[in-house]
């Protein structure tokens, strides 16, 4: 099974939606500054203000914002330009039990690979309720820093140990820093390095605590609220993969 980045026909489609969206805002943004700026219909002193407001907070807003879309489209573009010359093996595990391999699929025609669609039907979980991690009252606080997570993720914290709860901790930062050591990414999602960094992420977990456990726990972080569905099941599939690659090394 590979690991799943992202579809790059659909990458390129967004690119240039996201193109188009940044030409056309920009373009209203010079029709509605010709209008202002000219027009004599709208005189006095609420015309006057309207219009310091536009020029003054408005208008660079749009360009902001135009702008801000310009660059997520160039992004998009070099993701998928990344992911096309991308096809390479990526070793996960270690130590006595062996190492597993992950493929990575660079394109659809892989066999085995589910497509973007089965993926996105498949792998999605509901919304978990959430709440801070270590707790208010909770003497860990002084030592980890407080996060929001799924109730679920914090009941599974709260059953480690100290020693357990150090070797979470080196699983974490291990799979973020060899992610990016192999895929170095600005961004850290959606891409190659979020990908593997899933994958890796869930092998050391599974040797570790065990693939049921890494399993429980993957899921429930996948819980929390606002994970946008393409990212949940996407993540959801890498985790899989990298459970997987442990267990059958």
Do not use: C
């Amino acid at each position: 099974m590979a690991f799943y980045g992202a579809d790059v026909d659909h990458l390129k489609a967004l690119s240039k939606s996201l193109a188009h969206g940044a030409s056309m805002l920009t373009a209203r943004a010079r029709e509605l500054d010709s209008l202002i700026t000219r027009s004599g219909y709208w005189q006095g002193q609420d015309a006057q203000r309207f219009a310091a407001e536009w020029h003054g907070s408005l208008r660079p807003l749009l360009d902001l914002v135009s702008r801000g879309i310009d660059e997520a489209s160039k992004s998009a573009r070099g993701n998928a330009e990344e992911q096309s010359g991308a096809s390479m093996e990526a070793s996960v595990g270690g130590g006595s039990g062996g190492s597993g391999t992950i493929q990575w699929a660079a394109t659809n025609t892989d066999p085995g690979r589910p497509s973007p669609q089965e993926i996105l039907e498949e792998y999605q979980v509901s919304d978990a309720e959430t709440t801070n991690w270590p707790g208010d009252w909770d003497p860990l606080k002084f030592v980890v820093d407080q996060r929001v997570v799924t109730e679920k993720e914090a009941e599974m914290l709260n059953g480690l140990g100290p020693f357990e709860l150090n070797a979470f901790k080196g699983i974490h930062d291990d799979a973020f820093n060899v992610a990016d050591e192999r895929f170095p990414s600005a961004d850290q999602n959606d891409d190659q390095n979020d990908a593997f960094r899933h994958a890796y992420w869930n092998a050391l977990m599974a040797k570790e605590f065990g693939a049921e456990w890494a399993e429980d726990y993957a899921t429930a972080h996948e819980q929390l609220p606002g994970n946008p569905a393409p990212r949940e099941a996407m993540d959801l599939y890498n985790n899989e993969v990298g459970r997987e690659s442990r267990t059958t090394s």
